[in-house]
């Protein structure tokens, strides 16, 4: 059901979502990529029956059962992460809902996410650290007393908590301000990442905003940091937005109205191309341009017309040139 990309939530067309995650692993096991493939698949059985002991409704699927494609899909619908996507071994668990995924033998054995559409980090925050307590009664975490939760990552040791927000700033990109953002945010213990996390770009103007560390902090103080720090740049967002259109109201409608006739006219469009036109329409829907589009026509439109998302609609691997085309022609029929 992609709940974060359908549903409602607060101040969301800014905060496309929030997401709690917490990084565990089992006392006494290697991480996983000390284990051989075989230890890997019995070790992926064991803690997905442990996850449905305390967890109803939910679905495992291991990744031997996936192509590349169906792989890059949960990627592009941020259910995994691009790092298992590319994994030999390993699995995930989800809720119907898609609201809930918790991936097997990552990096860690277990990392739990919530993931809510809007401006609601305490409450996948409190959605989380439940489900963690139950698998904590089902599972022993490696755990001490003065280092906090053991993470195969130093950056995770402690809480072994990273909570983030997805933010749409295209008016601090286009008036410049954004380098000052991430240089601020950075001396504010936040780091800031493109759509899909660590190592990606930020297209489309989406950034990821999360906690660089997780030691010496708790979860609760974690979590205020990143909302009051949040809760100022999406202020300063709207501000800039105010600024671009009060400076020239033509010039900014132009814009977006172009962007919008692009979408609805091209023959070929590529990701990236995609991704920036479709950050200034979404602009205009926040401004109120366009009333026959909302944000979650966008949101889903946004997903739907990533490459892996194209070619698992049309059922057959396509080249660049073919997804471009396709998009175009998927897009025209959205909008």
């Known amino acids: 059901m992609r709940n974060w990309i359908i549903g409602e939530g607060p101040e969301n067309d800014i905060v496309m979502s929030s997401r709690a995650r917490f990084a565990r692993n089992l006392k006494g096991v290697p991480f996983p990529w000390l284990l051989s493939p075989e230890k890997n698949a019995a070790l992926e059985r064991e803690i997905s029956e442990r996850i449905k002991e305390v967890l109803s409704g939910v679905i495992h699927i291991s990744l031997e059962n996936l192509s590349p494609v169906e792989r890059q899909v949960m990627v592009e619908r941020h259910l995994i992460s691009p790092d298992l996507a590319n994994r030999e071994f390993g699995g995930f668990v989800i809720s119907k809902q898609e609201d809930v995924s918790i991936m097997i033998n990552e990096e860690d054995h277990v990392r739990l996410q919530v993931v809510l ?32 939760y053991l993470t195969c990552c130093p950056s995770n040791v402690g ?20 380098g000052n953002i991430e240089e601020g945010v950075r001396q504010l213990g936040l ?31 974690l979590i205020e940091n990143i909302q009051l720090i949040c809760s100022q740049i999406i202020i300063k967002e709207r501000e800039h937005r105010e600024f671009l259109r009060r400076r020239n109201r033509f010039e ?59 070619q698992k609609k049309r059922e057959r691997i396509m080249d660049p040139l073919e997804r471009d085309i396709y998009r175009a022609e998927f897009v025209r029929g959205c909008l």
């Open 117 to 148: 559409p809007g401006l609601r980090l305490k409450e996948a925050f409190d959605y989380a650290k439940e489900i963690d307590m139950r698998l904590s009664r089902v599972m022993n975490f490696a755990y001490e007393e003065e280092l906090g």
């Open 159 to 178: 809480t072994g908590m990273r909570a983030s927000l997805m933010l749409h700033l295209p008016g601090l990109v286009r008036t410049g301000n954004m």
């Open 191 to 221: 780091t800031i990442r493109g759509m899909y996390g660590e190592g990606s770009q930020a297209f489309g103007d989406i950034f990821q905003i999360s906690n660089q560390i997780s030691l010496g902090k708790t979860e609760e103080e």
């Open 252 to 310: 900014f409608e132009d814009r977006i109205f172009r962007a919008y006739g692009i979408l609805k006219s091209a023959r070929i469009l590529d990701s990236v191309e995609f991704l920036n036109l479709l950050s200034d329409v979404r602009m205009g829907v926040s401004a109120g341009l366009f009333e026959h589009l909302t944000i979650r026509t966008l949101n889903e439109l946004m997903v739907d017309a990533q490459p892996a998302s194209l």
